[in-house]
């Protein structure tokens, strides 16, 4: 599949704007609020706006400096930060019950609202998860860091869309999952994506966790490389709450690999 042929589904779901953030919207219902990863955005949910409109209001943000939302103020903002900014969203679309659905390092921001606005979150679904390079040795946290940023200035958008994008699938990636990823990669913001390499770098998913008692599951993909299954499963041992399953066969971007599963357990678990 082509980029223009997914761009002309995703356009089916226009960007819209609430004060600094744009966010993709379908359906009704039970508000399923999509939380995206670091080099990704809104249109990486493409495959659960699509599927899941009939029962759930699906509202997939762009986290600040992502799309057509506004960067954060502060050079090195901390998970903190981008929870109160989805706070500001959910705020503003009069939200008072969501089930939080969210990859990568959306799931540090998802662990980061839930600790503060515990109340306005029912439930969380948490594909791959990032623990934050906090929760690493200083040596490995460095590394990690200056890799991302190293990474970023000397490929750019366009070339972590070719290299990287398929470095986030397992064994069953197509062509279409892959163009998906490529076209969310293509279109980083090179600001925002800094601002969101520093939140990695001073994250520590394990510290929130603890503060959210209600039901969490984490997934992750035997073939995952980027978040592997020991970190993942750290992270939801640290919810009170907190359920693990494997999927096997998958990568980082389950959500776009195999959607009809995460479709399937999203709604089970929704």
Request: no cysteine.
């Given at each position: 599949?082509?980029?223009?042929?997914?761009?002309?589904?995703?356009?089916?779901?226009?960007?819209?704007?609430?004060?600094?953030?744009?966010?993709?919207?379908?359906?009704?219902?039970?508000?399923?609020?999509?939380?995206h990863g670091?080099?990704?955005?809104?249109?990486?949910?493409?495959?659960?706006?699509?599927?899941?409109?009939?029962?759930y209001r699906v509202i997939a943000w762009d986290a600040p400096g992502y799309e057509g939302s506004q960067p954060l103020a502060a050079e090195r903002p901390a998970a903190a930060a981008y929870a109160e900014a989805l706070h500001g969203l959910v705020e503003r679309l009069l939200l008072k019950d969501v089930v939080i659905v969210a990859n990568s390092l959306g799931g540090l921001f998802a662990g980061a609202y839930a600790r503060a606005h515990g109340d306005r979150v029912r439930k969380m679904f948490l594909v791959s998860p990032t623990s934050g390079y906090a929760s690493f040795g200083p040596s490995e946290?460095?590394?990690?860091?200056?890799?991302?940023?190293r990474m970023l200035d000397e490929l750019g958008p366009e070339g972590m869309a070719e290299k990287r994008s398929p470095t986030l699938f397992g064994k069953k990636m197509t062509e279409e999952s892959l163009e998906l990823a490529r076209w969310s990669q293509r279109r980083i913001r090179p600001a925002g994506y800094r601002q969101a390499i520093w939140c990695l770098d001073s994250g520590r998913h394990v510290d929130d966790a603890p503060h959210y008692r209600k039901p969490v599951l984490v997934v992750c993909g035997t073939e995952d490389t980027v978040t592997p299954e020991a970190g993942c499963k750290q992270v939801a041992a640290a919810y009170p709450k907190g359920e693990y399953r494997a999927l096997p066969g998958l990568g980082h971007v389950s959500h776009m690999e195999d959607p009809a599963l995460i479709n399937q357990l999203l709604s089970g678990f929704a």
């Open positions: 599949m082509s980029e223009q042929q997914i761009s002309q589904r995703i356009a089916k779901f226009p960007l819209r704007q609430s004060g600094p953030l744009s966010y993709r919207e379908a359906g009704s219902g039970q508000a399923l609020v999509m939380l670091i080099g990704s955005s809104s249109a990486s949910w493409l495959y659960q706006l699509e599927a899941l409109a009939g029962r946290r460095e590394e990690k860091t200056a890799g991302r940023l």
